[in-house]
């Protein structure tokens, strides 16, 4: 992949953000009519959402393969806005105005006639040093009023991402907040007979696209984590035979033991700021939590006790630390502060918690939840109040965050059948109502998922 | 090799005698003392001096016909009276056989999270460890491993299999004499 800068540029005083190291993609305010307020806006706060009508229109393209590119940005952008469950593509069927011109005001007409309360359009041009400039419109239908208009300038292979931005941008100005299309999501993808499970690491984009693997299969691996970079990968491997944390930059590909552990070391994830790693560490049985400074290599443990204490996610802040153990007779959600002080019991309902994930947001943890016989993913404050199941079944397991906290990914486990079949792992996406549940398609069956931050 | 349940009895008779042995093995003369049979002990020192050099995959066969595994109840990793028997068992073979060294392979059923089955599974391979260590082998001769939920003896998911699938297993790595 090569590394380029990133930056941003608004037309209205060209002020320029400090470059980052990701894709080159070049972004410019396009002004038509005046970017009034305007009253066209989903509140997800709020439990029930109706989808709001939207019509996105083919980009226009001069050319063949622009063309194809702005019907394939177009149809991008429509499917990420109609999985977030607040947005309803009208279907481009039923369009009277089949593709609106970037030069003059659509016909609003046209499409409130059809019930399209927005509407998204745009244009694709090669330019002459061999970039692509993909521009978009967003308009209020009824109140006539242009909500959005940028474009960016990308290498043509960036397609998809910035469709992905123009979705974040789209759902960012309707909705108040992030957005979560341009991320990537590393997962483990399982095949074979059970009882030797082909697990393998592999990443995709949040809709399945760009899928690749990043192991052979040969060494069981488990339960990978983004950096907060994107950069690096850690998890759990057996190579070797033992199993033990390691790092691998996704590029590159190579992979390096962290820590020199007498004991086994598992469930890894990295600090807030990427400079630490958070692991389990077992030794004669008994697992505790440890940092290691990812510069000097220097170990600190946190929990002492003879309990199973694993599961570690840190608040957004680093400040805290959520993690599992069964010290107090079952497996429960305990809190401290990133040093070990002050740990405390946050989970007191019936059944087992684990695998608490501190939301980006820091308002709410999500959890997996054991009782009678069923799994549960759920949500709580970090005090422990406001248990809220959102999904259950025979075996749903490790939610993990969009980077807007409003989206939670996890996997769902069928249960084996008598005659051998089923027993089959796939991801789901859900939101914090419960009610937007979606497959994530992976082409394996698939586990361990991790949502990456937004793309720096 | 229609002299296991001998070979049995002969390593469980070593225990007995064992505790100060293991620089005998492959020797007759600490199994024939305080054996109480005579007929047997003789049949015992036979069996010795032909398995003095076992390979991994001859250990391995006996380990199996010992029971190389024990069972642990829904998130226990206590032993069993039954578990201890068997776990006696493989002591008296490891006590027989000093070159044999060997894996525990802790491991855990279906219905819990992942992480923590790693951790239970880790548990219960110690338990196992710790009371062959009791009965007299040497810890640097046993390796611990968990494998969580990933490895499961029986597909299934229904109690049967589950209580199948919690279990610590104990697997010939290796055997200087073999090798």
Known sequence: MIVGTLCLIQTSGLKRWKPLAAVAIWLVVVGLATPAASDLRIDITRGVVQPLPIAVADFEGSGEEAS????????????????????????PKAFIQARPSMETLPRFGDWRVIDAQALLHGRVLFLEDGRLRVEFRLWDVFAEQQMAGLAYFTAPNNWRRIAHIISDAIYKRITGEDGYFDTRVVYIAESGPHDRRVKR?????????????????????????????????????????????????IDIGRQEVIGDFPGMTFAPRFSPDGEKLIISMAKDGNSELYTIDLRTRAKKRLTFSSAIDTSPSYSPDSRQIVFNSDRGGSQQLYVMDADGSKVRRISHGKGRYATPVW???????????????????????????????LTEGYHVEAPTWAPNGRVLMFFRQEPIRKDGGGGGSRLFSID?????EREIPTPLDASDPAWSPLHP | MRFKPVALFAALALVAACESTSEETGTASGAGTGAGDVETAVVVTEIEVEEVSLSPVEAEEEMVGIGDRVFFGFDQYTLSGEGRVTLEGQAALLNKYLAITVVIEGHADERGTREYNLALGERRANAAKNYLVVLGVDPGRIR?????????????????????????????AGSSAGS
């Open chain 1, 201 to 249: 690491l592999a990443i995709m984009d949040q809709d399945g696209e760009n899928h690749r693997f990043l192991t052979d299969g040969r060494t069981l691996v488990l339960t990978p984590r983004f950096s907060p970079t994107l950069q690096e990968i850690t998890y759990l491997s057996y190579t070797g035979g033992a199993p033990r944390v390691y790092i691998r930059n």
């Open chain 1, 359 to 389: 939301s980006p947001r820091g308002d709410l943890l999500a959890f997996t939840k054991i009782q009678g016989g069923k799994f549960y993913i759920g949500v709580m404050r970090p005090d422990g109040s406001g248990e809220r199941l």
């Open chain 1, 432 to 436: 914090l109502t419960g009610r937007n």
């Open chain 1, 68 to 91: 194809r590119l702005g019907r394939d940005i177009a149809s991008v952008v429509a499917a990420d806005l109609e999985r977030s469950g607040l947005f309803q593509p009208v279907d």
């Open chain 2, 144 to 172: 611990t491993v968990t494998y969580g939920e990933e490895r499961p003896a029986v597909v299934g998911s229904n109690d049967g299999a589950w209580a199948q699938n919690r279990r610590a297993a104990t697997i010939v």
